[in-house]
């Protein structure tokens, strides 16, 4: 099929890629132009495993070009809507101006029986205003909603074989064709017998919002469980293995620490509250208000024991901060647990040394005030503690013994909890995780 995608963040950028991948013909477009020439040398404007490789051979094969002109989405039958929602200023609802002007941009080279297709992440009765957008502004156009649920550090594959479908199409015949189009655009998702939702807008716009405040509240319920052991001299990692064997629990997402973070989870659950409250249900989801404030009472609590590992007082002391990205195999730093307790930390006069793989240009921009390093040796040398806060492949696989010669004295703060803890212990360090003993 002939496709185009407007905007090219993490969700844009992977989705063209992916269907070019898939066989389509595929045309991205975004305002950036520094982020489409990127995009168009075949180079991934951030960090996601298997984007570069994808990137390079949907581009060879011709299939895939990238613009910031968008009359090249003129001769595409379907129009994928990937442009970012981001919390408003000073406010919790989510900012719908990309998504209008994405639209209103695309309108003027929709031609008839042409689908767009929203895959943004929005509040419930976007896509019904914009329905009524579409088709009077290009009357014979037709839209959809179809949401997106990949993960970073897993876009490509969770593009490919995503684990489930969803359509919210109209209910009339145009909402039949959309999802013939849509079945096309899948056909090989769907003939691996991906389940398929096919439903309404709403539906479709709530699902995905229910989804990311569903795994936002488990891991603030994991949380809340680490402040109870932590009074309570309970180990939360075996509370979170033996409720995870109930099959109706689940072990996954159950991982207490420094808490979640990112471009997704931290801003849907605002938005989605504050839609619930124009919409007279401001009660019904009240609980996400206590899963954002648990979930930012963790970063205080990491910056805490930090503090009380050094007996009450961080100022001239240096910690080495290992991790700045939300979570491992991303480069995002968008709302991180892992950049806000080394930021906190400096803010208290410690003398911070921060390293990541990944996310230290990211950080840099944010926070130049930090001292950043690429190597966890130089982190590490003279440290008066360590605090891990994300927890890359490289930090879990530290050797207890051989970097216990770096520092100046042997404390870590595992704010993942994502050391073997006996191990460093047995090494001589005063090992510390969040929600244990
Ligand atoms: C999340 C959802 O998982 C995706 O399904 C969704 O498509 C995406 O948002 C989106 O809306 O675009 P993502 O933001 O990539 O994906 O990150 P997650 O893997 O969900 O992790 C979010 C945060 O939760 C990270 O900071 C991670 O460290 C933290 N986390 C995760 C925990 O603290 N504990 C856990 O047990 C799991």
Not at 74 to 100: C, M, W
Not at 116 to 133: E, F, I, N, Q, Y
Not at 142 to 170: C, H, Q
Not at 236 to 245: E, N, P, S
Request: aromatic content about 6%.
């Amino acid at each position: 099929m002939k496709i185009s995608v407007v905007g090219c963040g993490y969700l844009g950028a992977v989705h063209a890629a992916a269907m070019a991948e898939l066989g389509h013909d595929v045309v991205g477009i975004d305002v950036d132009t520094a982020k489409i020439e990127l995009l168009a040398s075949g180079r991934a404007p951030f960090f996601e495993p298997g984007l570069p490789e994808i990137l390079t051979s949907a581009r060879d094969s011709g299939r895939l070009r990238f613009t910031t002109d968008m009359s090249e989405a003129r001769g595409s039958s379907v129009h994928f809507i990937a442009v970012g929602t981001p919390q408003k200023k000073g406010e919790y609802a989510a900012d719908l101006t990309y998504v209008n002007s994405a639209v209103d941009a695309l309108i003027p080279f929709l031609t008839d029986g042409d689908l767009v297709v929203g895959k943004s992440t929005v509040p419930v009765g976007t896509a019904a205003d914009l329905a009524v957008r579409v088709s009077s502004g290009a009357p014979g156009a037709m839209l959809a909603w179809n949401p997106e649920f990949l993960r970073e550090g897993f876009a490509v594959k969770d593009t490919i074989s995503p684990d489930r479908l969803v359509y919210g199409v109209s209910s009339d015949h145009d909402g039949a064709v959309a999802k013939e189009m849509l079945d096309e655009v899948y056909a090989k998702a769907l003939s691996e017998n991906t389940p398929l939702v096919v439903t309404d807008y709403a539906t479709a716009e709530l699902v995905k919002v229910s989804a990311n405040a569903f795994l936002a509240t488990k891991i603030s319920f994991i949380n809340a469980m680490a402040e109870i052991a932590e009074v309570a001299g309970a180990d939360v990692t075996q509370l979170a293995d033996a409720i995870g064997y109930d099959a109706r629990i689940g072990r996954r997402f159950l991982n207490a620490g420094v808490g979640f973070g990112g471009g997704c989870l931290p801003k849907d659950i605002r938005a989605f509250s504050a839609r619930a409250e124009e919409l007279g249900r401001g009660e019904s989801v009240a609980f996400l208000k206590e899963v954002d404030a648990i979930n930012l009472r963790r970063r205080q609590r990491v910056v805490d024991m930090v503090r009380e590992s050094l007996g009450g007082e961080v100022y001239q002391k240096k910690v080495a901060v290992l991790g700045l990205a939300f979570k491992p195999d991303s480069d995002d730093v968008r709302d991180s647990p892992a950049l806000d307790v080394a930021v906190n930390l400096h803010g208290l006069g410690a003398d911070v040394v921060a390293m990541d793989p990944q996310a230290i240009e990211n950080s840099k921009r944010l926070h130049p005030q930090l001292l950043f390093t690429e190597s966890v040796e130089a982190a590490l040398r003279h440290a008066d503690a360590v605090v891990i806060v994300t927890e890359w492949k490289e930090f879990r696989e530290l050797d207890p013994v051989a970097v216990k010669a770096l520092v100046k004295s042997p404390v870590i703060i595992d704010g993942r909890n994502c050391l073997d803890a006996i191990a460093w212990r047995e090494a001589g360090w005063t090992y510390r995780g969040m929600g244990r003993p």
